[in-house]
């Protein structure tokens, strides 16, 4: 296995350059909970203190109540029509306008994880939570700019009707549908070269983290799937076609799977090659089961 890389694989959001995001506008905004916190919203109390405090923060970026854009009682998960939310166990999906002149969107989005933080805490001092270790939040954020009124239809239906198909769009440039949060997770790579004996066991990882496209990294792809493991996957195809295996849409809607589509989507050797690399440069440690002396693999790994 190689070792953890911080210069490599530290992960962080990166704004779009140029954007003024004090100028107005509406967001699609992803924030995770902490690697270590678990399923820490998965609570009724702490979805109650989330869905809470993010209806008072829409109010705050409506700037009135009585401009009708959120009504001044609500409560309840997602009972925000016009701009709906979701709590997951360990992430929040929601859509966020922002008025022209009012604060910028991260110290919106501060502000939220400040107070939900403070709530939360009270909570677990009042006996209403269990204790949690480090951070309740990921010190960052993922945002997709809404750029016309059809993409804010879309979006909202997906928060909805389907909190696990919303499309996050991540700092490298990629797309991914599914469980976002896994991607803070310390991954295990799997890369393994056609022609592989079978592996004896799968090592123990938080996550596992592969295209899965070898013969043997089918088997241990659907072995995975099997035991109900996290999986970050990154097909061959695009993120419209990830769900049409039912195995993996279970995964997706029991919230332990994250789709990431690729940019080169083509299915030829060129795309193989470009994910093999990706799942290199990106996992925490790799397990190679087989690697074929030559071939395309050896000479990645050799390249690393």
């Not at 909202?156 to 991914?176: D, E, K």
Request: charged share 25%; aromatic share 10%.
């Amino acid at each position: 296995m190689s070792p953890y890389d911080p210069a490599k694989h530290h992960r962080r959001s990166i704004r779009l350059q140029g954007h003024d995001y004090a100028g107005g506008g509406t967001y699609f905004i992803t924030i995770c909970a902490h690697r270590d916190a678990g399923n820490i919203f998965a609570h009724e109390s702490a979805k109650e203190i989330l869905s809470r405090i993010w209806e008072e923060t829409l109010c705050e970026a409506a700037a009135s109540v009585r401009a009708g854009l959120v009504p001044a009682s609500s409560t309840r998960e997602g009972a925000h029509k016009a701009h709906p939310y979701t709590i997951m166990p360990d992430h929040f999906h929601g859509l966020l306008p922002i008025r022209k002149g009012e604060k910028a969107l991260g110290d919106f989005i501060c502000a939220f994880k400040s107070r939900t933080t403070h709530e939360y805490i009270k909570g677990v001092k009042a006996g209403k939570f269990p204790r949690f270790k480090g951070k309740i939040w990921h010190r960052n954020y993922y945002e997709m700019i809404v750029r016309s009124p059809e993409a804010e239809e879309k979006i909202a239906h997906y928060i909805q009707m389907n909190p696990w198909c919303c499309v996050t769009q991540f700092s490298n440039g990629l797309r991914g549908m599914g469980n976002p949060a896994l991607w803070q997770l310390p991954t295990l790579g799997i890369l393994c070269s056609r022609n592989a004996p079978k592996p004896e066991k799968i090592p123990a990882a938080k996550a596992y983290f592969s295209g899965f496209h070898s013969p043997m990294e089918k088997q241990i792809f659907a072995r995975l799937l099997e035991t109900k493991r996290p999986l970050i996957w990154c097909p061959a195809w695009t993120l419209d076609r990830a769900a049409a295996d039912p195995a993996v849409r279970q995964a997706l809607e029991e919230n332990r799977m994250l789709v990431l589509e690729m940019k080169n989507a083509d299915g030829d050797l060129a795309a193989a090659e470009a994910r093999n690399r990706f799942v290199i440069e990106n996992a925490a440690d790799l397990w190679t089961p087989h690697v074929q002396p030559d071939g395309m693999l050896d000479r990645l790994l050799n390249a690393n």
